[in-house]
């Protein structure tokens, strides 16, 4: 590259730069999950939401989402164009989305059977009576679809039709990045230490999984990204997502990473909530379930074991050609799987 | 040339401030009312720093070769990479394992590879030079440095093969038309070499190592802090961890019961029902029983008077 060349990528880089700060200059705040919204039912810091579709599915149970622990349920509603939820209203009539909150320190001892025998099981609840209806469809994300797998394994007489997206079930595959690092982690320690794990410790991990291309890369391409005032919110949305990693309730969290990450537990059938083994065998319900094939975070190879482990006879799967976060935030791949899913269910 | 570049470092760092100071401001969730509990302070937020050690670090190797005539050689921009990453690491794991900050400052100034100037000058803390001297905290401390020494191996291992790669790859593609280009091909060369050198079991031992000595020592550090607020009659965060076990213990114990009772009312109710269905048949016997009686009672009474 001569002088002169560098001299004009610098300005070129300069004026987007300039560009860049205009348009985030207007911006005073990041609005997120634009679609309206019902508050139905809240026990301690969880909530449930309802949203009224204009799709008439008579007959139809309504649909549960449980989303992670671990990060922020509004990536399903970051904004009206490239909203999952929005397009599932388009095909079905109520949906119900599990928001977990942020833990704080009188949530420490809090586990895995709180979370799924209380906290979940008063959603199904309340979502039937909400519904006037007998039982639920259940969609779990991540590690959301992880409760799902034991919810539905303990009350299966509670859910019709299950759905996992991008949930892991052998923790254990060769590809899994995030589990190799998490396998010599000391736990116990961790708990000890911090209570509730900080969601920047959790976050930290997140990124040292590309830290390049999250890191550096990422904010050098940034004044690019943000051209136009409504490109820079956009961005900024995401941004925000991204670093809004609640704490994570120190018992619940220890068992979730020894139960499943050191012991990998549905592979190894040594899964156990409250009192009671929550096998895969048990889930006897249709079950749909849909991975990325460029998910970094959760591998295929981790989600496809669930065919074999579970004891549905009814299992279809959905690979998308997207990355871990990208089925939920490209409109145009969430378009299409939100038809998928409607299909699916209707079925 | 210097002087564009600072500007444009100013410039960027301006952006990146205000995109942090947005997307990590109080939430604008229209349900998330902070009397509920569920809104987070941005108080608790602290911007992440590293991109910003690892601007100012490239800005100043720019700046150095816009005033020179020297060129890069490999070697050069190795030790440039791991000059960079050794403190820029180390600020990320103070940042994200929430070490206090004397305690950081007691670790910073034992780390291998920490060079930043400016806490040369910065005047001495009175409590990290204490932690450092407490024989308690020392092991932890030690351990820690141990173990990011081992890890700053396996980055220097990542830098001197990104190197590799990206000489590999410029041979293949020629030039890049810009800098933004090299960047990107710099990334996906960096990216590779990270990827392979973390599935390497050596690694991911040592990457455990060093988080778990970060939790050693933030451990230490509570149970000194611990003992000493106990010595003033305070109440431990274990004590009260150990009280909100018990209380959510409690509350198992009343859902379990809650759970009888409702199994116990639905039992109920189905003998209920079954009793009142036997009572119903009972009535209905009883009635036919009356009325066949009442028949042959006519019937008595009609043979008699015959």
Redesign the interface.
Known sequence: ?SNT???Q??LD??LK??Q??RS?AA?D?????PTP?T?IY?QD?L?L?HYKGKAVTSGQPPLLICYALVNRP?ILDLDSERSFIAHLLQHRSDIYLI?W??P???D????L??YI??YLDHCVEATQTHCDHDSVDLLGICQGGTLSLCYTALHPKKIRKLITMVTPVDFNT?DN?LS??A????IS??S????NI?G??L??LFSSL????L???K?????AR?QTPQQALSY?RM??WI??C?DQA??AFEQFIRTFFQQNGFINDCVSI?EERACLKQITQPLLNIFASQDHLVPPSASRPLKELSGSADYTEIEVNSGHIGLFVSGKVNQQLCQQIDHWLKS | ?AE??K??AD??L???Q??WE????P?????DAPE?????SSNE?QPNE??RT??DAHARLLQTLSNSDKTLSPETLADHFQNITSPALSR?LL????LPASLATAITKEQPGSENPSQDKAPPDPLATLIRGTASFAPACNRFNQALARYLTHLEAINQHTLHNLEQALKESG?PG???EL??L??DC??EA??QQ??KPAY??D???L??SC??M??SF?SQLETSLSGLGMVS?AT??QN??R??QQK?AM?RMQQKIRTLQEQLDTMSRSHQHQLAEFDSERSILRNELKALRELVLDRGTK
Request: aromatic share 10%; hydrophobic share 35%; proline share 3%.
């Open positions: 590259m060349s560098q001299d990528q610098l880089y300069q730069l300039g860049a700060l985030i911006i705040t990041i609005d997120v999950a919204r508050l809240q810091k909530r939401y509004y928001d909150g942020y704080d320190a009188l420490y001892a809090l586990d059977d709180d025998n209380d060769s990045l190799h690092l396998e010599k982690i000391d320690a961790l000890r230490a911090y209570g900080p920047q410790i976050n930290g590309m830290p390049a291309r890191g550096i890369h904010a050098i391409q940034a004044p943000m900024l941004e925000r670093n809004d609640p120190g018992m409250g | 040339m564009e570049l500007q444009l410039q960027f301006q952006l990146q205000r995109c947005l997307a990590l401001s939430a604008s969730l229209p349900d509920n509990g569920s809104t987070r937020y590293i991109s690892l601007f990320l940042e994200q394992w929430q030039q810009s800098g933004l960047e990107s710099w990334t960096y990216e990270y990827r973390v599935f991911q031992k990457y455990a190592e988080c778990n939790t050693e933030k451990e509570n965060s009260f961890r909100l076990i209380q959510q198992k859902r």
